[in-house]
């Protein structure tokens, strides 16, 4: 492999709604550049990135994927990511580890959710960005609108590079702005020159005024010559349009059609002359091993080994894949390095550049590179590696919040063997899926961002590690509590045949306040009961409570007084009085004015300002209180509090409420009652499951 110096790098994340185009750019730069001699393609399944089974049925990007392309001197690393809502986890990792973002928008749709939040994300850690405006080609194609609406929902001045010669049918070129010259395509996608044609001349100056404009903003000295009414040269447009785009004044864009090689050498052309090189954005975050200490890390080849991993893949042949990016320093394949937060060494064998699916050796990696590594130990995604012991630890990603949630069980015994280790790896591939047991249910619980998202997950539990799952709604944690005071006698007593058993407990019960749980205590005066039977009532009560209570769900919030009782000399035992404990709760309790709770959530949604009407009717319906709302940016915060029961497909609700631009958090706050006809409705179906089962 050619070594690069940073200067020649370039790392750019493909990011935006699926169908757009992304990955179709990607196997352009690829075709374009020379690194392959065939024209990937999603649809038939060539696709240099799209290279996994499960893209290959779903005709569409599932897992992140990098690849590179040579072009002028430069590699660039591209990071091509998936669009669809339930894999945005998969967008997290990249953003991390490039230093600017190409947001891929259909010509016909236009800029939509995804590329919204994958632009936020990319601002967050300073990435420069860069818009390209795809399938120009197609019916309905339209690049002015879409161009002007980069403002109003990105916030950001958008600056056109490339404005295009006719839309749809008509598509035939562009015309590169910056150096006044129409480009018409071959069918490699290389460009030739030609004059402006004349019905473009007006459109094409005033692009060039708005893009020195822009480049102004970049200095004072460019915005004093460029007020002055200078003409600015092509130097001072790239220097000042690169100052500007870093700090996020604005953003080019560019079009094409990338399926037809259309544009795809601009799209080169620009990450490389206006995309920072790896080493130019400021140090990254991080802290000291075992301390918070805040260090930030110089981006320099020369410095100590700072390497974060974005990406671990789970294969069940080849073992575990990790991606990582380097920042500082260089590693070697075949050596040793340090993971901080493993507190474990770690053996690096063989450095991979990868493209696609394919593995190209190399003998190092250094700061900006982007490299994968086969069967590390101790390292998972998000961990740094450094050169020694102590290390140090950089910022990991963050990744969005389950919010949706299954209930799995193996399908037959050899999968409950598996079933563990399967959904450790599955998590280990995607940060965004968790896993985990409700212990209040008694359930395995996967959690992911939809519907898609789990059942895709699921499906390659089975076609990687061979394990079959079983799903279901998850249960309800109801359970259930007294309203007023009872008391009960349990007897047990058993006289025929050998030794006898005898044992009386009487209980009083009252209920306790919410979240109290449950109390036992011991009120027997005068000895009517011995001191070693006292925790065999209570052991008795105990299992009666957890097998629930009227309704079949576990009893709590109330306290058991052990009041008197009798004991037998002989026929008494441990046995008898645990029995007599749960005979006197199964009688006191119905007495008692049982009644079913349930565990209401605290619920944060955030939603653009013209959802909350609906947001807010919606809550309504599910019984939810809502507490506020509160301004966040350009969008609100709704609080409230809402039923589990009712929250189970908040999240497609809340995605098609807002058209996939609203995301919520919820957390377990407090039990409560459940109203009357529906905790009728919940016992008749917890019964009707009891004895099914
Ligand atoms: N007509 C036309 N089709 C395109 C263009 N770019 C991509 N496509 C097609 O659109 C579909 C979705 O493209 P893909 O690259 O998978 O989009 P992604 O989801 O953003 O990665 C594929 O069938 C592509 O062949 C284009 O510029 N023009
Ligand atoms: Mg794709």
């Not at 750019?12 to 392959?36: E, I, M």
């Not at 991390?96 to 749709?109: C, F, H, K, P, T």
């Not at 990991?396 to 598996?418: G, I, N, Q």
């Not at 998850?474 to 008391?487: D, G, L, M, N």
Request: with cysteine; charged share 25%.
């Amino acid at each position: 492999m050619k070594v690069y110096t940073p200067d020649n790098v370039r790392n750019v994340v493909l990011a935006g709604q699926s169908g757009g185009g992304k990955t179709t750019l990607a196997d352009g730069t690829l075709f374009v550049s020379g690194a392959v001699s065939r024209f990937g393609k999603v649809a038939d399944g060539s696709s240099v990135f799209d290279f996994e089974l499960e893209e290959h049925a779903r005709r569409s990007t599932v897992f992140s994927t990098a690849g590179f392309a040579e072009w002028r001197s430069h590699r660039i690393t591209i990071l091509d990511t998936p669009g669809f809502a339930d894999f945005f986890g998969s967008v997290s990792g990249p953003l991390n580890v490039a230093e600017g973002v190409a947001l891929v928008i259909s010509a016909v749709d236009g800029l939509e959710v995804q590329a919204e939040r994958a632009w936020e994300m990319a601002r967050k850690k300073g990435l420069a960005g860069l818009t390209f405006v795809n399938r120009m080609d197609v019916d309905r194609a339209d690049f002015a609108s879409h161009f002007d609406s980069i403002r109003q929902r990105l916030h950001i001045t958008p600056v056109a590079l490339c404005i295009p010669i006719g839309a749809s049918e008509t598509f035939q070129g562009i015309i590169d702005v910056l150096r006044g010259k129409a480009l018409k395509f071959d069918a490699n996608g290389k460009p030739q020159e030609e004059e402006i044609p004349a019905d473009c001349q007006a459109a094409c100056e005033a692009a060039r005024e708005s893009l020195a404009e822009a480049a102004a903003e970049g200095s004072d000295e460019l915005l004093e010559k460029y007020l002055d009414g200078q003409t600015l040269s092509e130097q001072e447009i790239l220097s000042g349009m690169r100052t500007a785009i870093q700090e996020g004044k604005v953003m080019p864009v560019l079009c094409g059609a990338a399926d037809k090689g259309i544009g795809v050498s601009c799209f080169m052309d620009a990450v490389i002359d206006f995309f920072p090189n790896p080493n130019q954005l400021p140090p990254v975050e991080g802290h000291k091993a075992n301390s918070e200490e805040a260090i930030s890390v110089e981006r320099s080849t020369t410095g100590p080994l700072a390497a974060l991993v974005f990406k671990t893949v789970a294969d069940p042949y080849v073992g575990r894949m990790t991606y990582l990016r380097v920042f500082s320093g260089t590693v070697k394949s075949d050596s040793e390095v340090f993971n901080a937060k493993a507190g474990q060494k770690e053996r690096i064998g063989q450095l991979f550049q990868m493209q696609g699916k394919e593995n190209n050796p190399v003998a190092s990696a250094s700061a900006g590179d982007i490299v994968a590594v086969a069967k590390l130990e101790h390292t998972n995604t998000g961990q740094t590696l450094t050169s020694e012991a102590p290390g140090l630890i950089l910022e990991p990603p963050t990744y969005p919040r389950p919010s949706m949630w299954l209930a799995v069980r193996p399908k037959t015994r050899t999968d409950e063997d598996k079933m563990g280790s399967g959904l450790r790896r599955l998590v280990e591939e995607e940060p965004s899926l968790q896993h985990y047991r409700e212990h209040e249910t008694g359930e395995t619980i996967l959690a992911g961002l939809g519907d898609v998202h789990l059942h895709s997950a699921i499906d390659r539990m089975k076609r990687k590690f061979g394990v079959e799952l079983e799903t279901a709604t998850p249960r309800i944690p109801y359970k259930e509590t007294i309203r007023s005071k009872a008391t009960a006698e349990g007897k047990h007593k058993k006289q025929s045949g050998g030794a006898g058993q005898f044992g009386v407990a009487e209980i009083e019960v009252e209920p306790l306040p919410r979240g109290a749980g449950f109390e036992f205590v011991d009120a027997i005066v005068g000895g009517a009961i011995s001191g070693k039977y006292i925790p065999s009532v209570e052991k008795g009560i105990r299992d009666r409570m957890a097998r629930g209570g009227v309704s079949g769900y576990q009893l709590t919030d109330f306290r058991v007084r052990l009041c008197d009782g009798k004991e037998h000399p002989v026929d008494s035992n441990d046995i008898s009085f645990q029995m007599a404990g749960r005979l006197a709760l199964e009688i006191a309790v119905p007495q008692a004015s049982p009644y079913l709770v349930e565990p209401i959530m605290d619920v944060d949604i955030t939603i653009p300002d013209d959802n909350i009407g609906d947001v807010i009717g919606d809550l309504n319906s599910r019984r939810g209180r809502v507490l506020g709302t509160e301004p966040l940016g350009g969008t609100q915060v709704v609080k409230a509090q809402v039923p589990l029961s009712e929250m189970y497909r908040y999240s497609a609700d809340l995605r098609s409420m807002s058209r996939g631009r609203g995301s919520f958090q919820m957390e377990f706050s407090h039990y409560e009652e459940v109203p009357a006809h529906l905790a009728e409705q919940i016992i008749a179906e917890s019964k009707k499951d009891k004895d099914s089962s």
